[in-house]
């Protein structure tokens, strides 16, 4: 597996983009927070210190050579809004509700936070353009990886056959039974396609979330995609995991910055 080890951090790094995108999905090792967040707690709203929380955001930066200033993130909303940013976000004003963050700024710093849901990373080398999206279940039914190609080409007129994807670590599909209202919705947007999101295991429904944003972005165009294939709720050492912790854990990140 693609990992790297730095300054007592531990992080996944796609080899599908090239050198000059950083980009690194964080595991929970190598912070200053205590259970149930520990140790490289990143999420600010489920219970741990804020201090805590703030410098074990700083140590990521830092670990991977980019200012704190630079960062861009948003608050998580379960959608599919876009955010453009620019530049980077003053710590003092709110953070926006969206899913999706870009830029084509090279001074900026995406950051994104997760614990089961999918990290979908976007590169276009053409247009020279990055992005982030957050796609949970409800994310993903609503078409957040189709409405992030629509809003690259809108706003840098990228094209999905020249785009690069990522998908991260996630909630496999072996973790995640789903009721009947959520697979009802998935077999409505998938169609002749939802056999092979849905899987039946011992008598209950699982859903794949890596099939169905892939088959999302394989349906508008997109030819290159690597899937990480790392569960998180079977990776505990490694992944906070919403699910397999019962709620009570921190939040990895997803950093991603073009070089200067």
């Not at 983009?17 to 690194?24: D, I, M, R, S, Y």
């Not at 200053?32 to 955001?57: E, I, K």
Request: charged share 20%; net charge negative.
């Amino acid at each position: 597996m693609p990992f790297q080890e730095q300054n007592g951090l531990r992080y996944y790094q796609f080899d599908i983009f090239p050198k000059t995108v950083l980009n690194a999905v964080v595991t929970r090792r190598g912070g200053t927070s205590p259970a149930p967040w520990h140790s490289l707690n990143l999420g600010g709203s489920v219970g741990d210190d804020p201090f805590r929380v703030a410098a074990n955001r700083v140590r990521v930066f830092e670990t991977l050579g980019r200012a704190p200033a630079s960062i861009h993130d948003v608050w998580l909303v379960h959608g599919t809004d876009i955010v453009y940013a620019d530049a980077p976000r003053p710590l003092e004003q709110p953070a926006h509700k969206a899913d999706i963050i870009f830029t084509d700024n090279p001074e900026v710093s995406l950051f994104m936070r997760f614990a089961d849901c999918v990290p979908l990373l976007f590169h276009d080398p053409k247009q020279n353009v990055i992005g982030i999206a957050h796609a949970g279940w409800m994310g993903t039914v609503k078409g957040v990886a189709e409405a992030a190609l629509n809003g690259m080409r809108e706003r840098y007129n990228s094209k999905p056959e020249d785009v690069v994807v990522g998908i991260g670590p996630s909630i496999g599909v072996d973790h995640y039974e789903v009721g009947a209202d959520v697979i009802s919705q998935y077999r409505e947007k998938y169609g002749k396609e939802a056999d092979a999101v849905i899987q039946s295991r011992n008598g209950s429904l699982h859903l794949d979330l890596w099939t169905a944003n892939a088959i999302q972005l394989k349906n508008a165009g997109v030819e290159q995609i690597q899937v990480s294939g790392i569960c998180t709720a079977c990776y505990l050492d490694d992944w906070f995991s919403h699910r397999a912790e019962k709620g009570k854990t921190g939040r990895f990140g997803a950093l991603m910055a073009l070089a200067g």
